[in-house]
C-alpha cells in the first residue's frame, strides 16, 4: 500500500461503466427463466397498458427478482466495503464474519414464530437486530487494534453459533418443511419472491446504503489510524454509530428476504481496491455498484445453469469467493512476514 | 394351518379375495388389539373398527392438517413406528405400510404378531378392494361393504363430468410439487373430468415446478392444500404468491384439504365433489 497508488485518481469511466453493467445484467435477468419470455414484445405490451400471462410473469416474477438481486447485491457490496473500513481489515465481510448468519436467525425467528404473518416489518426488523448485534459484539470483541486474524476467528465462532440457533429454531417450529429450509438461510437464493418482499425491504436497504455512503470521509480519515482521524475532526463515536446502523440496515435487511448469501462483500471490494486507489470513500459506490453486477451474474447463471432443482445463490458466490479469501490469506501472510 | 379353517367360514368372496391379496399370517376373527403404522391404515381402523379395539394409531392420525380422522383419535395412544412403542401394546393386528417402518414390521413378524400390509392404492378399484380386506382382517367386513356402498352411491349422485373438452388443472403443493400420475389424485381429477398438468402436458419434470412453468402452461384450474396452514415456512409461502393470486381468479381455483384424497376412504368422494363443481363452473364460464 504506496503513496503513489493510494492517491491513484479513479478512473472516469469506473462508476458509469458498473453502472451500465448492472443496467445490462438487470434487463438480462428480467429476459431469463424458465420459460422463453420474448422481452422487447412484452415491454411493449406493458406500456400499451396491456395485461396478459406475458405481462404478469414479467411483473411479478421477473422483476422482484431483478430488482432483489440489485439491491441485495449492492447492499452486500457496500456493506463489505464499509466494514473492511471499519475494521481495517482486507478480509472482514458480513457473510465470513457472521453478520449475515445472524441477520438470518433474526429473519428466522420473526419468520417461523408467525409474528411476521401478521406484522410483516418483523421479517426485516429480526434481520437487521440479528445483523446489529453481531456487529455490535465482533466491535467489542475485537476492540480499538484487533489483529485481522482475531477479528475473522471471531467471526467463525459467531458464524457457527448463529448458524447452530438458525438450526435450533428450525426444527422447534411447528411447521413441517421448516426443517428442510435451514439451506435457504445459509445458502440463500431469489427464487420466488414477490414485489411485496421487495416493497418490504427496498426503504430499509435504502436507508442503510445512505449510512453507509455517508462514511466514506470519516473512513478515508480512518485509514490514517484512530488518533489521527479524530485529529483530524472526526466524530469517531458517530462515524462507528453510523457505520453499525448502516451495516444491519443492509444486511439484515437483505438477508431476510434473501438468505445468508456470503463473500459478495469480500470479492468485489477487493476486485475493484486497485481501481479506486486504495480510498473507502470511493471503494464504497463502486462496491455498491460491483454488489449489484455480481449478484444479478450469479442469479443468472443459477437460471441457465440444468441443474434438478434450483441451485442456491450462495454455492455460487463461495465457488468465486473462497478460494479469492484463501488467496488475499496468503498475501497478508506474506505481508506480515516482510 | 390354523387360519385356512377360519378363512373357510367366512363367505366364499371374502376367501377369494384375501387369497388374491395373498396375506400369508391369520388373525383372530375380530382382533381387539389393533395398532396401525401408517396414516391410510390409522383412518380405515378408526372408521371401520370398534373403538375399544384399537390399541393405538400413529401421531399423523391425530394431526387435522395431514388426517381426515382427527377428531375422532382422541385419548387413543398415538405411535411414531418404533418397535419399543408397538411391543408393549401386544397388538394381535398391525396394519403397515409395505414400504415404511420396515425394521419394526420385521421385528414383529418374528414374534409371529400377525401384519396386513395397507399399500396406498392408486385407483378406486383398489381403494374398495382396500376396504374389504381391512374390513374383513378387522372382523367387520359388512362395515367395509357399507362404505364402499355408500361411496359408489355418492359417485353415482354426482353422474357424469360436464360435457365438452376437458380442462387442465395443476395440483400445487408447498414448495411448488405437482401431483402426478399412479396416484388418487390423479384419478379423482379424471374422474371429476379434467387432464392432469402433471400427467399429461408436461414431460420429464423432476416433481418441482416454478411458479413461472406452472403460469406458462396455463392450466383452467389451479387445485390448492387447504390453505390454512397456521404456522408459515418457505415451502407455503409459494402457494401464496401474489402471481398464482393474479393468474388464477377465484373461479378457476379450488381448495381441496390433502386428507380427503391422500388415502382411500369416503373423503375421496368429497374431493370427487368439489372438483366436479369446479368443472362445472369452468364448463358455464367458458360457455357464456
New interface residues.
Partial sequence: MTESRGNAPMPAWLLPGLGLLVILLFFLSLGV???PLPLTGTLAALFRGESS?ET??LL???LPRALLGLLVGASLGLAGAAMQGFLRNPLAEPGVIGVSSCAAFGAVLA??S?I??TFPLALPLGGIGGAFLSVLLLHLLAGREASTLSIILAGVAINAFSAALTSLVLNF??????A??II?WIMGSL??R???HVQLVAPIMLLGWLLLLASGRGLDALTLGEDTAASLGIDLGYLRLKLILGTALAVGAAVAVSGAIGFVGLVVPHLLRPLVGQQPARLLPASALGGAALLLAADLLVRLLPT???LKLGVVTALVGAPIFLLLLHRLRREMAE | MRFICKVCRWPSWLAALLLAFGPSVGWAETPSRIVSLNLCADELLLRLADREDIASVTFLAADSRVSSVADQVESLPLNRGRAEEILPLKPDLVLAEPYTTRSTVELLRRLEVPILDVAVPSTLEEVEAQIAEVSAALGRPDRGQAMIKSMRQAQARLGPPPEGPRPLAAVYR???FLVGPGTLVDEILRLAGFRNLASEGLQNH?G?L????L??H?PDLLVLNSIE??????????LS???LE??FPEMQRVVVHPALWSCGGPGLMEALAKLRSAAKRLAMGSGE
Fill in positions: 427463466g424458465t420459460m400471462l404478469l410473469l411479478e416474477l421477473r419468520f417461523y408467525g411476521s404473518l417450529a411447528p411447521n413441517p418443511y421448516a428442510l429450509e435457504f427464487a420466488d414477490s414485489m411485496e434438478g432443482p434450483e | 408447498p414448495n411448488g423432476n418441482v416454478s411458479i413461472e412453468t403460469l406458462w396455463r396452514e397456521p404456522m408459515p415456512s418457505l415451502a407455503h409461502e409459494v404468491h401474489p402471481a393474479d393468474a
